[in-house]
Nanobody, 126 residues
Framework: QVQLVESGGGSVQAGGSLRLSCACS????????MAWFRQAPGKEREGVAS???????TYVDSVKGRFTFSRDNAKNTLYLQMNSLKPEDTAMYYC????????????????????WGQGTQVTVSS
């Protein structure tokens, strides 16, 4: 059974840092396209970063230079290091996995991914 479990969220002040983790089980995450999404209240789910099997990463413009997406294949775990956090980064953050059958969709589109975690809340205060 495919499972993705996020952790590491919390409340921080603007300018602070957090590291989110996504522990994967039931599949080998290195064989999938993986991504982080976020959703703020009243807004659509937004793609934050996507990593391919070759470890190439695509970021949404608003987080470039501040967020880093990485993976530890031995632990089957992915990470999102978030630095210089801003109040507009406040959202529920989700980890997602996309199987090969979803190749035709954009990398930061929700349609590209068919497995999702339950989310972890990030709150940034000014």
């Amino acid at each position: 059974q495919v499972q993705l479990v996020e952790s590491g969220g919390g409340s921080v002040q603007a300018g602070g840092s957090l590291r989110l983790s996504c522990a994967c089980s039931g599949f080998t995450s290195s064989s999938y396209r993986m991504a982080w999404f976020r959703q703020a209240p009243g807004k659509e789910r937004e793609g934050v970063a996507s990593i391919g099997r070759d470890d190439s990463v695509t970021y949404v413009d608003s987080v470039k230079g501040r967020f880093t997406f990485s993976r530890d294949n031995a632990k089957n775990t992915l990470y999102l290091q978030m630095n210089s956090l801003k109040p507009e980064d406040t959202a529920m953050y989700y980890c997602a996995a996309g199987s090969a059958g979803r190749v035709g969709y954009p990398l930061l589109s929700t349609s590209r991914y068919n497995y999702w975690g339950q989310g972890t809340q990030v709150t940034v205060s000014s």
